[in-house]
Structures are given as structure tokens and as C-alpha cells.
């Protein structure tokens, strides 16, 4: 069975400061990952996703997430947090090729950004 | 429309209630998927239709939690009984097929609250 753990619940930055998002997975097939974002009262978007092609993604507004196989982790970074940043970012996994669509979520970290 | 669109936006109901939250997936999309997002708790995948195929139902919580699909498109969930702890947000998604590397397509949910 696949799984997703994000450790910490919520994480606050300063504005300009790193963003680092923690997500370490468990399959037991070669997965895929994801991250995806809910801004306030919007719904999930997708911010980039891991399928087995380059081990650094990049994704939208200047997030990138490295797949590390050895950490079993797809950790999500940005080098300079935005105040528009401020959202809940969640960590999923799917099984990888051959496997079907199905995405396990884990509990999601709320991002607060402040002056 | 251009997403995928769920009613009603809020439904509050009395426990011992039955309940039904509609799905309108994005047209041609032939996997659905439904997702409940309690405070806390993350997402939890509920239910998986993939085109014709015998639906995924591995997360449903309890019997009193059916959903159905018609014509391949629309979706129904459906809860009888409710409780308490039914009250969620009830998040639907499509995606353009069943590939494990589809990104998702998520409605704004339907807010549940079981008094």
C-alpha cells in the first residue's frame, strides 16, 4: 500500500525567506508524485509532478521538488517565499507506469508567510 | 462548463439524514474520483471511476457511503444515515483518462455539516 507523510502541519516563513516542504512517501512500486496547492477558498491545483523523467521538477510560481529515491522523500522548495504563497500544499503519490490513477494524499501543511 | 463543477456548495442536514452531492466532471474526462477533506485530516480518497471499469470503492467508509456514475459522466455520492462525523468537504476531480501521470482536475467541494 502506497503512503504519504508530510512533517508539519503548518510552516512559517518570512517573506523572502526559503520555503521548504517536507513529504516522504512509501510504495511499493516506482511511483509517481505530486504536489499540489489550495489557496483560500480555492480548489487543489497542481504545482508539479515527478513521472520518472529528470529527479528535479520544477513547477508554477517557482516551486521545485527533488524525487530522491534513497530518501523515499519529494521535498518541495522555493527560494524566496511571496505573501501570495500563503496557502495549504499537499504531497501525493500514484502508482508509477502500469499501475492506475489513483492518488494517495497525505495530510497537507499550511504555509503562512509573513512581513 | 470549464471544471469540474459539484452541488451544492454547502449542505447542512440533520443526522439520521440521507444526503446525495452531485459531481459534474470536466467533459471527456473518463476518470472521477472522490475525495473527502476533513479539518486535520488531509484528503482521503474515497471512490475511483475509471471509464467502464468496476469502480475502485477501497475508500469508502462504511456502507451507508455509495456513489454511482451514469452515462460516464455525472456522478452521485451518496450518504444515508448521516453522522456527525460525516461533516466534511466533499471534493470531486476528473482527469483526462486513467493514466497514473494525469494531473487532476478538483471541483471547490460541498461543505457537509451533520447537526
Known amino acids: 500500500a502506497q503512503s504519504v507523510t508530510q512533517l508539519g502541519s503548518h510552516v512559517s516563513v518570512s517573506e523572502g525567506a526559503l520555503v521548504l516542504l517536507r513529504c516522504n512517501y512509501s510504495s511499493s512500486v516506482p511511483p509517481y508524485l505530486f504536489w499540489y496547492v489550495q489557496y483560500p477558498n480555492q480548489g487543489l491545483q497542481l504545482l508539479l509532478k515527478y513521472t520518472s523523467a529528470a529527479t528535479l521538477v520544477k513547477g508554477i510560481n517557482g516551486f521545485e521538488a527533488e524525487f530522491k529515491k534513497s530518501e523515499t522523500s519529494f521535498h518541495l522548495t522555493k527560494p524566496s517565499a511571496h505573501m501570495s504563497d500563503a496557502a495549504e500544499y499537499f504531497c501525493a503519490v500514484s502508482d508509477g507506469p502500469g499501475g492506475y490513477n489513483k492518488l494517495i494524499f497525505g495530510a497537507g501543511t499550511r504555509l503562512a508567510v509573513h512581513p | 462548463g470549464a471544471g469540474v463543477s459539484q452541488s451544492p456548495s454547502n449542505k447542512v442536514t440533520e443526522k439520521g439524514k440521507d444526503v446525495e452531492l452531485r459531481c459534474d466532471p470536466i467533459?471527456?474526462?473518463?476518470?472521477l474520483y472522490w475525495y473527502r477533506q476533513s479539518l486535520g485530516q488531509g484528503l482521503e480518497f474515497l471512490i475511483y471511476?475509471?471509464?467502464?471499469?468496476?469502480?475502485?470503492k477501497s475508500g469508502l467508509p462504511s456502507d451507508r457511503f455509495s456513489a454511482e456514475r451514469t452515462g460516464g459522466s455525472v456522478s452521485t455520492l451518496t450518504i444515508q444515515r448521516t453522522q456527525q462525523e460525516d461533516s466534511a468537504v466533499y471534493l470531486c476531480a476528473s482527469s483526462l483518462n486513467y493514466a497514473t501521470n494525469e494531473k487532476l482536475f478538483f471541483g471547490s467541494g460541498t461543505q457537509l455539516s451533520v447537526l
Open positions: 467533459s471527456g474526462h473518463t476518470a
Open positions: 471511476f475509471q471509464g467502464n471499469s468496476a469502480p475502485d
